[in-house]
Every structure is written in structure tokens, then in C-alpha cells.
């Protein structure tokens, strides 16, 4: 995370019992030189240190990284909605497309009339009757090797089935 009042480098936050620290890595002091990691003349001190510091333990409200348990997936339900819930805790790319599917959800339930009319918005769009219409747009975003690397079936279903309102694309 860069932060502009640290000068020139990049800064770690590092979360401690009493509080927040920001550390300037460029800044932090090498290894001892009886350390065994920077012992080694082959790794330079200061990347020993910046590489293979201490892990610390992730805070309690962090959820854990784990893959599918397909062996406990409900075969009653939707096996593609129980996986895609999975996703939220499967590690960093995979738990970004959980994310993303939960605000899909979110956006395709979604209608205006969730939200309540106030003096000063459009006066056609004061009967709930329109309101429960209207739905939100959904933009689909993709780079063109979407395409050659597999995804065009699954795109072609989603514009086939109206699932998105606008695609965007490289």
C-alpha cells in the first residue's frame, strides 16, 4: 500500500495489539548477520529480510482459506449455487469471483422500488408499480482472451439468457 506522506518506497501496515503501525520497508533494518537466512551469502540481508520475515496470524474475523468439500455439498440443492458460495473461501482469485457473484446477486434482485421516492426525483417514477420494474443494469467488463481461452459458450449464455445489459470489451 503506498501512502504518499512516507516518502519515497512502499509501506506495509502491519496491525499490532495496541493499535495500527506503518512500517517503511525501505527503512527496516537487515537481519542480523547470525540469523541462518542471512548467513547465507547468496541472499542479500536486507531481501532476506523483506522476503522471509515472521508470518503473523491473520485477525479472527479473517475467514479461512479452504477449497470446495464437495463431499458435503447438499445433492438436493443447486450444486452450482453451493460451489459458487465456496468461492468466497477459496483462496485470492477465486474467493474475488465469490465476491463478485454475491454483488450479482445482489444487483439482480435489486429494484427501485427497494428504495424509497423522495421529493426531488422523477415524478413518473413514483408509483411502486413502476418502481418494482425497474431493475439494475448490469455491465459485463471482459478482455478479449475471454474469448480464445474458453468463456466465449458461457458469455453467449449469459447475453443468450439476459443476463447482462451492456457488455464492455477489449
Not at 115 to 141: M, Q
Not at 152 to 165: A, G, N, S, T, Y
Request: hydrophobic residues 35%; proline residues 4%; charged residues 25%.
Amino acid at each position: 500500500m503506498t501512502d504518499p506522506s512516507a516518502g519515497i518506497g512502499l509501506t506495509l501496515e502491519e496491525v499490532a495489539d495496541n493499535g495500527s503501525k506503518t512500517t517503511n520497508i525501505l527503512e527496516e533494518k537487515p537481519l542480523d548477520k547470525d540469523s541462518a537466512v542471512s548467513a547465507n551469502p547468496h541472499i542479500p540481508s536486507v531481501s532476506a529480510s523483506a522476503v522471509l520475515g515472521e508470518s503473523s496470524s491473520l485477525p479472527e474475523h479473517i475467514p479461512k482459506c479452504e477449497g470446495v468439500k464437495f463431499g458435503s455439498l447438499d445433492k438436493g440443492s443447486n450444486m452450482l449455487d453451493q460451489i459458487m458460495d465456496s468461492f468466497t473461501t477459496t483462496g485470492f482469485q477465486a474467493t474475488n469471483l465469490g465476491l463478485a457473484v454475491e454483488q450479482i446477486r445482489k444487483m439482480r434482485e435489486w429494484r427501485l422500488s427497494d428504495t424509497e421516492w423522495k421529493e426531488g426525483d422523477d415524478p413518473s417514477l413514483k408509483e411502486t408499480e413502476v418502481r418494482t420494474r425497474i431493475r439494475a443494469r448490469i455491465f459485463l467488463g471482459y478482455t478479449s482472451n475471454q474469448i480464445s481461452c474458453g468463456q466465449r459458450e458461457v458469455l453467449r449464455f449469459l447475453v443468450q439468457h439476459k443476463m447482462v445489459d451492456c457488455i464492455v470489451t477489449t
